[in-house]
């Protein structure tokens, strides 16, 4: 079943603060960033026109059979009936058909200490039993960016389909709006999770690159490089205590970081530099994406 969030929620917990947001109510603060809104827009072009329209035709069905006008949620039906055998003639071996895209954005702000205390207090509750209260605590550790592709299972949404019909045309007009709400209750989810912290670390880096590739840079020129640095290895600390890799990932895009400042060091200016680390923080995006 798809969910939507409607509005704001702000929860403030110990010294974090959580921010569900949809993309189209994002504030400064928590907007969806470049990336994101690419593979949303990547996902947005694989939703099939079809799949949408079967789903609005069974929303239109049961409208019709709330009023009484079954010839009317026949129709529909046979329209949905109709964009499903398309999409099953011209792809036989699909299984799920994209109908729907969502963005939600937690903006986690804290430290990695405060994450830690967190962490630390949820081991405590576990080892006392406490699954709830250990829950609760967890849930409020993240900091992404989900993206949400609601799909028609294809196995047995046109089933539901055709047995609604059936029922309808055995004057079963209430079992048949339970088989509907049923079919339409039961889409299929695939989430694609973005670590945000990883996201504002690239964001960072690019910055520091372009300081850095800055001949006979100023003084204000190399504290904003060194703090651009301190940016982006802070949000990969924080990537880390909120458990978006393991150690081996960080540490090796520690020791990266760690070799650009050296190479910066004494107002050195240069090209290519961050060509490692940009490519280390783009594989463990592609390898650490979450999707179900």
């Known amino acids: 079943m798809s969910v939507s969030y409607k509005g704001m929620l702000a929860c403030v917990f110990g010294s974090l603060l959580v921010l569900p947001i949809t993309a189209s109510e994002a504030n400064s603060a928590a907007k969806p960033d470049a990336q994101t809104l690419s593979q949303v ?3 947005r072009k694989t939703l099939m026109a079809d799949a949408t329209s079967a789903i609005q035709e069974t929303q239109a069905a049961l409208k019709h059979l709330d009023n009484g006008k079954t010839k009317e949620a026949l129709a529909a039906l046979e329209r949905a009936t109709g964009k499903l055998d398309v999409m099953l003639a011209r792809d036989p071996t699909l299984e799920l058909a ?7 954005t937690y903006d986690l702000q804290g430290g990695v ?8 207090q949820a081991e405590s509750d576990i080892d006392a039993g406490q699954l709830q209260e250990a829950r609760h605590l967890l849930n409020n550790l993240a900091s992404e960016t989900v993206i949400s592709v609601a799909n028609i299972p294809l196995a047995t949404y046109p089933d539901a389909i055709k047995s609604a019909v059936k029922l309808i045309d055995q004057n079963k007009k209430a079992e048949a709006k339970r088989v509907l709400q049923t079919a339409l209750n039961t889409q299929v989810l695939t989430d694609t999770i973005i ?4 996201v504002k670390a690239q964001e960072a880096l690019n910055s520091a690159e372009s300081l850095a ?3 006979d840079r100023s003084k204000e020129d ?3 490089l060194k703090a651009s640095m301190e940016q982006a290895r802070g949000q990969l600390e924080f990537a880390q205590a909120l458990g978006y890799g393991t150690k081996k990932d960080f540490d090796k ?7 650009i400042l050296d190479k910066t060091s004494d107002n050195k200016s240069g090209t290519g530099w961050f ?7 783009a594989d463990f995006l592609k390898s650490n994406q979450t999707q179900k």
């Open 253 to 259: 895009m520690y020791d990266e970081l760690t070799e």
């Open 41 to 43: 827009e990547d996902k």
């Open 222 to 224: 190399n504290d904003r």
């Open 275 to 281: 060509s490692k680390i940009k490519e280390s923080i």
């Open 195 to 198: 670590p945000l912290p990883v």
């Open 213 to 215: 590739e800055k001949k």
């Open 113 to 120: 200490e405060a994450v830690n205390r967190i962490r630390k």
């Open 98 to 104: 994209p109908a729907g895209v969502r963005v939600v």
